[in-house]
Structure formats: C-alpha cells, structure tokens
C-alpha cells in the first residue's frame, strides 16, 4: 500500500491543473482501492458549498454542475465533523440527501474523508460501494493518508494559479493573488521583467571545434570582459553595500582566475569542445558540486558559479544576440535573485524584487534591505514567465502580488502606495526630533545593525543597541581574524564615535550557521547557540572580545553584550573572559601610550530561564536587553523559522506581554538599566505596550525607526498605559491588535496599521 501511495503522490504532483489531477486521482484511486466509485469534492468557501470536481463512478455530467451546501447531506458532515464517516448503508442515513443528477442509487458502502490543510476543510474525498458492507480500518487509513496529500496538492495548485485547465486558458488576461514570503518591505506598482531573454549555460548544447586556437582566444576575450563587467559592479555598489557583501564580486574575481575555473575551460577547449562546450562542462560540474553540498551557505555558492558561467556566455556569443526589451522601470524577477544582478541596474530603474527562491535570510533579502529595496521570496511554484510583462501590485509587507489587476484594485492599490509615500514624508519631517510623547515621557531610540550601510540611516538615533556581529562572520569562507575584525568594529564606532555602540559577541547557531563551521544538530534552536558556542570555544570568543576592545581604544563608546544567556555561570565565565581580553590589551595599548576604558557588559534577556535569575545577575552585569524574538520562540516553544507553525508565533501573546513586563518591572526595582531589541520594538503597537510597561530604550531595524518616533511623539504615555491595562485582559494576540489598531486610528496614525503588520 505505501508504495503505491507513494506512487500515486509523485503522479499527482507532476499534474499542473487541479481538474486533471482530481480526474487522474479518483480513476487511480477507484482501480488501487477496488472500489466501485470514487469522487473528490471540493470546498467553496464565498458559497459555502462543496463542488464536484471529479468522479469515476458517478455520472460525469455531474462534475463541476453539482454543489453540496456545507450543512447538506453526508459530504456536508464529513465536512462539518472534520473526520472520517464510514458508513455500510448511506441509502438509510438520516442526513443522506438524495442528489437525482449524480445517480448514485446503487451505492450503499460509503467512505468520506475530509480534505484538511492547516485546520481548515479544503474538500472531501470519498469511495462507495454497490455492495453493503463497511471499509476496512486499513482502506480507511490509506484514503486519510491520500486525502492529507492531497490537501498539499490543493493547496500548492492554487498557488501556481492552476485551479482549472480552462481558467488557465484565460491566465494572461486575469487578475490573480500570489503570496510568498516577505523579504523586505514597503508597497510597489511596476511591470514584471525576467531577465531571461539572455541565454543560459544550462540551455546550451554541447559541440565539438578543431579550431582550437580561436576557442581559447575567444574564451579569454569573454573572461576580460566580464572581469571589467564585474569590476564596474563592485565599483558602483561599492558606496551601497557592505564591504562583506563585495566579497562575492572577489569570488567572482578568484573564479575567473586562470588557475581556477579558467584553466579547467582551457583544459576542455583542448581535448576537443569549443568555448561555450567547455564553459558548459566546468559550470555545471562546479554547480553540481556546490548543490549536492549539505551546508546551506556552500549551495548557495552554485548560485554564483551559474550566473558568472551566464556573465561569461554573453561575451562568448557576443552579436549573436540581440537586447531583450525591458521597461524603464520595473519588478525584477528572477529564480534567484544575485548580488550582482541587483549591481547591473540602477537604483532608479529598480521598484522592487522577486526572487523566486530563498527566504528573508538569503543574500538577496539581505541587500534589497540594505538598498531599501522591497522584495518578495520563495514563490517556488509559479512559473517565471507568468510573471513577465505583466502589471504587477507587490506589497512587501505581507509578501503579496497581485498580478494583472483589474482597473478597481489597480486604482485602489495606487491609493496605498500614496498613502504609503505620504506617510513616509511625514515621518520623515520629525526624524531629527526627540522622542518625547505629548505628556513629556522619553524614549531613547537605538537602531539594530549589522550591516555597515546602516551606518547612515541610524541618523536620528541614540546609537546602536544591537550590532549583529554574526553577518560578518557568515559572509565569509573562514573566522574573520582579530585584525579583519578589528577594522570593522572600528569603523562602526568612529562612526558613532559620539553615541553607543552595543555590540553582541558572536551569536551563530540556530539557524544563523557558519559556511565553515558545520554544525548538526537535531533540534538547533535548542542547541550549540551563541554564548553557548563561544564559552565551548574560549580563543573565538577571546579574539572577538580583543578586536572589540582594540576598536573602541580612544573612542570609549563600547558595550558588550552576550547572547543566549541561561544561567548566571554563563555570565561569570564570559566576565572572566572578558577580564582577561580587557587587562591583555590594556598593556599593549598602555605600552603605545594609550588607555583602554573598561566596557560596560550586558547580558540578552532572551531564555526564559533568566527571567527567574535576575536579582543573581545584579552585581555581574551592567545592563539587559530583552530580545524578545527568541524570547517568544522560547516562552511559546514555537520554532521562529518554521512556516507551518508561523501563525502560532507571535509577540502579542499575553504570555509574552506578561513576560516583558515582569522583567522591566523587576529590572526597575534593582536598578538595572533595561532596553529591548527584538522586533516587537520596531513595530507601533509593540512599541507603545513596551513604554506604557516601563521600556524606556528601545532598539530596532533602521528603517522603523522615524516610525516609531512618530508614533511616540503622537501618544501621550497615559494613553498607552490605559491600552496596557485594556490588551492585557485579552486572551489572545488577534485581540491585543484589534485594541492597538484601534488606539492609533483614534490617534490618527491608522496608516500605520498595514506598515505594523
Ligand atoms: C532577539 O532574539 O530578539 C534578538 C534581538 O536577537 P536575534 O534576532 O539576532 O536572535
Ligand atoms: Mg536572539
């Protein structure tokens, strides 16, 4: 039986449309099971019916002209009961309902199995029978199996858009919704351009040339061309991205050298291919290679080594190809969104990007952030070319498209993106005010950061509460020595050299891991992560320490804060540690006639574990900071990064509202100074709920940051704490917002309700 199902699954996946792939089911299904007859239904929820999609058994005139209302006859209760009605006469069972069009009449077995996906009812899928009897256990566990599988297919088939085959037909023209994940945010109108006009590697087929000598020729002129190519890249995204970032363009560089990829293309051109043919073979292989890799940022490398054999193409088939048409400005789409595609157009032309694979964490998200650039990830399953040409609304809030609107949506979109744009120049207006309420309650505003082309945008803030120092480390192919790291927090605190730098000692694990240090583990979240790490690891830690301390000599505006902090000896050996880094480059520097002032050291409040150690913490340590990101992972057990249970993780659930208040509360009364700089900062609601609780330091993402200024300048502290004292007898966290978004439209910042999202 698993075999066949397992069968049965992979046949079904490879069906574009939901009608044809229902039709192939209930066939297969009713010859599998020997069954009599087999017909899926299909829920719709506008007209709370069911429809019929397809049956081998029933009559076919019913497909798709037969609707069951949701309370109606045993489809009805399967639906209703959201489990399986096995049944030996359904002829006699109070609610059979009697459809004449369907001509079931010789059927008295029945087996009904909801079609569920996340909780809710997609469908029902059924078997009957002439003969009376009831099925079996194993017959009903295989079609509960079937029906949970094909809830996935449901659901991955409206994605694509590929509900029907004659819906499909009329694709081009119609408006459609697609939703991916959200990579960077902001509202965007612009028509879709694929780049793919331009031929790809993988396209090419292999030839034999004789001409061996003007092979290699040709080959070198094309590797000097895009060597220039990419030379122009990094000069021009030199000012826009951080310099870590560049180092892809070095990959670039070291690939096209003629003892690397180079010379193995030459070896190819010898034993016979023509340029195109050797670039193919070395391409591919090196691409294959970095695929099959486990490592998560080593696959990501095959990314690289195909668009570089792509650059490289180009050249090779210079005057064979004409320019693709692209519009002035547009939505870039592509499979996989590159650092240097991003490098080959002007900020101006680009509106925003889709990249079709990856997620909010892939370089790609990583840079359109950084280049302010909203973006949408991980449509997996819609064909690129459904997107080409095609007007598209993008909101990178929710990750969002709308694809061919109608004249309504179009109009009504625009309205948004004004609003959006009116909004922004509002808030832009009080970005070098303070961040004081109307009844005098201040608020230090400190940005979280990580990338060095942040260094501008935390204009307007008190310094920086959260330096990520992981994106340097897993931007590169080993440990960033004392001295690489040294220049870079260097140049982080000469550049706030007259506010605070808070910066965090390595925080990788989790799902943050090191390209070149591999590490597995069952359960990460719950594993070998930040401090964790660096205590197993004392010369790490110990070098990052030195290089923070070297950094900030003459500056005198550091603080250290340690991740992942669980238990108070934790804390005791990272100061011991810390001591020792601290009296070793203080001789140095004395002995250069300089002074070295002593940090202040913070722990993250993050674990809940800690909540419950705070007065032990007391005389070792100098501040706290609440990330309250892991903090709800942890307090709820709900792993940040996993999709299938995203809507169960959130920061507005009471427990975490509770929890966050308990801390400042007890921080208070010990007189340690507290902040927060997890998201729920960054977001309006969130941070008045973290002031009306006594929050006075805050610390987020740049680009929040004239926001929540805005809105802080908008409410007076008293009526936050009244929206405390309503949201925290709310029992869950669709409340909490409810009571928010109705505070700050009473405010008049209910604009800010989509951007909170
Ligand atoms: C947090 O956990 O809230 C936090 C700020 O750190 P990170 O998101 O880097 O884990
Ligand atoms: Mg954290």
Redesign the pocket.
């Known amino acids: 039986m698993l075999t066949q199902l397992k069968r049965i699954v992979q046949e079904l996946n490879k069906i574009p449309t939901l009608d044809e792939s229902t039709a192939w089911l209930v066939k297969r299904l009713a010859e599998v099971m020997q069954v009599d007859c087999c017909t899926v239904y299909l829920a719709d929820y506008k007209l709370q019916q069911f429809t019929l999609m397809a049956t081998e058994g029933l009559s076919k005139q019913a497909v798709g002209s037969v609707f069951i209302g949701f309370n109606e006859g045993l489809i009805g209760l399967v639906g209703q009961r959201e489990e399986p009605i096995n049944i030996e006469d359904a002829q006699s069972h109070p609610r059979f309902k009697h459809y004449p069009e369907v001509q079931e009449e010789k059927y008295y077995a029945f087996l009904g199995v909801p079609i569920i996906h996340q909780r809710k009812v997609l469908g029902v899928i059924t078997v009957q029978q002439e003969e009376q009897r009831r099925f079996s256990e194993d017959e009903e566990a295989f079609l509960t199996t079937l029906a949970a599988q094909m809830a996935l297919e449901v659901v991955h088939t409206q994605a694509r858009g590929g509900l029907h085959s004659n819906e499909q037909k009329q694709l081009k023209q119609q408006h459609r919704t697609l939703r991916g994940v959200p990579g960077s945010s902001g509202l965007a109108i612009g028509i879709g351009y694929v780049p793919n006009a331009r031929p790809t590697i993988s396209n090419m087929i292999l030839r034999r040339s004789a001409d061996t000598d003007r092979q290699i020729f040709d080959f070198r002129a094309a590797v000097k061309l895009t060597r220039e190519e990419v030379d122009n890249f990094s000069e021009k995204m030199k000012n826009d991205v951080a310099e870590d970032v560049l180092a892809i363009f070095q990959l670039y560089h070291h690939l096209l050298d003629a003892n690397s990829l180079g010379n193995e293309v030459e070896e190819k051109i010898n034993a016979g291919w023509d340029a195109i043919s050797a670039l193919k073979i070395v391409v591919d292989h090196y691409s294959s290679q970095f695929r099959d890799m486990n490592d998560p940022y080593m696959k990501e490398r095959a990314v690289d080594v195909e668009d570089l054999g792509n650059r490289l193409l180009v050249h090779l088939l210079r005057g064979q190809m004409s320019e693709s048409k692209r519009p002035d400005e547009f939505i870039l789409i592509a499979d996989e969104v590159t650092a240097s595609m991003l490098a080959e157009y002007s900020e101006s032309q680009l509106k925003a990007v889709i990249s079709m694979r990856g997620s909010s964490n892939s370089h790609a998200a990583i840079l359109a952030r950084g280049m302010g650039l909203p973006a949408i990830m991980g449509l997996s399953d819609v064909p690129l070319a459904m997107l080409d040409g095609k007007l598209i609304l993008f909101d990178g809030y929710s990750g969002e498209l709308v694809i061919s609107p109608s004249e309504s949506v179009h109009r009504e979109f625009a309205h948004l993106v004004a609003e959006e744009q009116e909004l922004s120049s509002i808030i832009a207006e009080q970005a070098m005010l303070p961040a004081v309420t109307p009844d005098d309650c201040a608020i230090e505003l400190f940005i979280?950061t990580g990338l060095s082309t942040d260094i501008e945008l935390g204009e307007g803030s008190e310094g920086i509460g959260?330096y990520?120092t992981?994106i340097p480390f897993m931007l590169r192919e080993r440990f960033p020595s004392e001295t690489e790291q040294y220049k870079i927090y260097r140049s982080m605190l000469e550049a706030y050299s007259t506010k605070l730098v808070t910066m965090?000692s390595l925080?990788v694990g989790?799902d943050?891991p090191l390209p070149y240090f591999p590490i597995v583990e069952e359960n990460p979240f719950l594993g070998w992560r930040?401090i964790r790490l660096t205590l197993d690891h004392p010369e790490i830690f110990l070098i990052q320490i030195r290089a923070m301390l070297r950094a900030s000599i003459g500056l005198n505006n550091l603080q250290i804060m340690l991740?992942?902090i669980t238990s108070v000896d934790e804390v005791i050996e990272s100061n011991r540690l810390i001591k020792q880094a601290y009296y070793e480059v203080k001789e140095e520097a004395q002995s250069a006639g300089l002074a070295l002032v002593k940090p202040k050291v913070g722990v993250?409040l993050?674990v809940p574990a800690v909540i419950y150690q705070l007065p032990l913490l007391v005389d070792k340590v100098d501040f706290f900071?609440?990330?309250?990101?892991?903090?709800?992972?942890y307090l709820l057990a709900v792993d940040?990064n996993n999709a299938q249970v995203a809507d169960l993780y959130d920061s507005y659930h009471p427990a975490v509202l509770n929890a966050l208040k308990h801390i400042v509360e007890q921080a208070n009364a010990l007189s340690i100074p507290i902040s927060?700089?997890?998201?729920?900062a960054g977001d309006p609601g969130g941070a008045l709920l973290l002031m009306a609780m006594g929050y006075r330091q805050l610390?987020m993402n740049s680009h929040n940051l004239q926001k929540i200024k805005w809105v802080i300048r908008s409410v007076p502290l008293d009526s936050a704490k009244m929206l405390l004292n309503r949201v925290l007898l709310q029992t869950n966290p669709a409340d909490v917002k409810q009571e928010i978004s109705l505070l700050l439209e009473s405010q008049g910042l209910g604009g800010l309700v989509r951007a909170g999202k």
């Not at 900071?625 to 992972?633: E, K």
């Not at 927060?676 to 729920?680: P, R, S, V």
């Open positions: 979280n959260l990520r992981e965090r925080d989790g943050k930040g991740p992942m993250m993050e900071s609440v990330g309250s990101n892991d903090l709800t992972q940040r927060l700089c997890g998201e729920l610390s």
